[in-house]
């Protein structure tokens, strides 16, 4: 399967804000020469209708940020398309179709609205295409690989969380001192399954929090990373001990605060990377 068809297994949302199209007047001072180029991407220009465009759709007033914005767009969409993402026409023009919709107008007044704005349709459908692009390419290289990680995910979070709960799940195979010392060169592979199976005994698995472990676990346990295994032991027993991850209990919100803190770190560096290795030529004064 291509990559350009894989992008649409992730859900994209096309943020608009509603308001603007039943403006059919520009605003006192707004630049009206829609063809000016006002910034070049690795080739690639930016009109002044596309920076008019953004600005109306998500109601940013500042010319400086839109177009700042729109760079990211560019520099994002661009790499999308080196790795072979794609959107089908028929889907640029069904999202134009559920944008009218949610306006309450149909796709030939939203155009002829858009025509009054000295913004050719061509503007909107190449902007629609372009900022989908975008999206899915923040799905696909930034998020997915950061959600699909859950280990680091929960890691990071309770980083941030001052009242995060640690808990721990391992795997402990407890093991008579007597049957151990008869049997040293199988517990040298440190392999609970194995040893377990040839000595017919049960590992016991369990998620708890350090202080509700045995003191000589626990001591083991909080030097362990996850999937790794080490010994620990008391006067009757040696135990084999496996940390299988780490969990933390947070406050859902507070949680979900620090998580779109997270992603949005993610893709300014992500992003940042690609305006290192890219051109971007700004040809108005932007102050």
Known sequence: MRLGKLLWLFPFTFLLLTVGFAQNNNPRGEWILTEETVAVVNGEPILLSDVRLYRLLFGVKDFKTALDRL??????????????????PQKVEEII??????QGITVEELYRRLQKLHLGGSVFTNFIERYN???????????????????ELSLLVASRLKKAQPYYTVEILKIPKSVAEKNEDLLLSMDIQKISQRLGIS???????????????????????????????????LYLVKLVGI?????????????????????????????????????????
């Open 71 to 88: 760079i990211d767009i560019y520099l994002v969409s661009q790499y999308a398309k080196e790795r072979g993402l794609s959107i089908p």
């Open 97 to 102: 179709s559920q944008f009218a919709q949610s």
């Open 133 to 151: 692009l975008y999206v899915g390419a923040i799905n696909l290289f930034v998020l997915k690989p950061f959600y699909e990680n859950k280990e």
């Open 203 to 237: 590992p016991i698995k369990l998620t708890a929090r350090l202080e509700d472990l045995k003191p000589q676990i626990a001591q083991v346990v909080k030097r362990l990373s996850p999937q790794k295994v080490d010994f620990a032991e008391d006067e009757d027993f």
């Open 247 to 287: 969990s933390y209990k947070t406050d859902g919100e507070e949680r979900q605060r620090v998580i779109k803190e997270i992603e949005a770190e993610r893709i300014k560096k992500f992003i940042d990377s690609l305006r290192k290795e890219s051109v971007v030529k700004i040809l108005v004064p932007v102050e």
